[in-house]
């Protein structure tokens, strides 16, 4: 399973730290990916890091603003977040899958549904 945490409400151009612990499985043959919905819009792909070699993917709408990285000690995944912005309100969701993240982008289109295992959502709301 996994969970998710460290949302909360900042102002923009605030950061925060999400956290995704995991366990259950074993955390280095899959690759962790965030997703995000913001109300009444889609879930979207935010991010993901392929834990055996610690690839990174990042969508347009945060590339060079938020950093994803892998503790494999400890099972966690982070998602740092800079540089906030209003429209990066939403739940954001933590998720795995047992494959890589080149494969989630480019084969599944990082479309959610293709994800295994899901955590909780932890809100982040960004004021203007």
């Known amino acids: 399973q996994l969970q998710a945490s460290g949302g909360g409400l900042v102002q923009a151009g605030g950061s925060l730290r999400l956290s995704c612990a995991a366990s259950g499985f074993t955390f280095v043959d899959y690759a962790i990916a965030w997703f995000r919905q913001a109300p009444g819009k889609e879930r979207e792909g935010v991010s993901c890091i392929t834990a055996t070699d610690n690839s990174t993917y990042y969508s347009d709408s945060v590339k060079g603003r938020f950093t994803i990285s892998s503790d494999n000690t400890k099972n966690t995944v982070y998602l740092q977040m800079n540089s906030l912005k209003p429209e990066d309100t939403a739940v954001y969701y933590c998720?795995?899958?047992?494959?890589?993240?080149?494969?989630?982008?480019?084969?599944?289109?990082?479309?959610?549904?293709?994800?295994?295992?899901w955590g909780q959502g932890t809100l982040v709301t960004v004021s203007s």
């Open positions: 998720a795995a899958i047992r494959d890589r993240c080149i494969v989630i982008v480019h084969t599944y289109r990082f479309d959610y549904r293709y994800l295994e295992v």
